[in-house]
Nanobody, 123 residues
Framework: QVQLVESGGGLVQAGGSLRLSCAASGRTFSIYNMGWFRQTPGKEREFVASVNWFAGNTYYADSAKGRFTISRDNVKNTVYLQMDSLKPEDTAVYYC????????????????WGQGTQVTVSS
């Protein structure tokens, strides 16, 4: 099992920044890819960004490109999401996610989820 604990959400004005953190514990050696999804009421959980745990390759949704940066610290078993130039439409619950395989970054292929952290961007 892998446990994921997020931190760093909150309220910020449009144009501001937030940094989310996700600490992994347990069988972390089994992780292939970690990243972030987000969800708003009535909508499906959508991919935001991810990073391959050992190779470091990064992947971004179009909505995140140029504004968000994902990084990882293999020693601390932690993934970070730096979010800049935030917009009201970025408001959502952000979930840390971990995969043990090469499967696509789609919610149904995620093996482990964090509990979620609220990000609210005011206009």
């Amino acid at each position: 099992q892998v446990q994921l604990v997020e931190s760093g959400g909150g309220l910020v004005q449009a144009g501001g920044s937030l940094r989310l953190s996700c600490a992994a514990s347990g069988r972390t050696f089994s992780i292939y890819n970690m990243g972030w999804f987000r969800q708003t009421p009535g909508k499906e959980r959508e991919f935001v960004a991810s990073v391959n745990w050992f190779a470091g390759n990064t992947y971004y949704a179009d909505s995140a490109k140029g504004r968000f940066t994902i990084s990882r610290d293999n020693v601390k078993n932690t993934v970070y999401l730096q979010m800049d130039s935030l917009k009201p439409e970025d408001t959502a619950v952000y979930y840390c996610a971990a995969k043990q395989s090469l499967k696509p970054n789609i919610a149904r292929f995620i093996d482990y989820w964090g509990q979620g952290t609220q990000v609210t961007v005011s206009s």
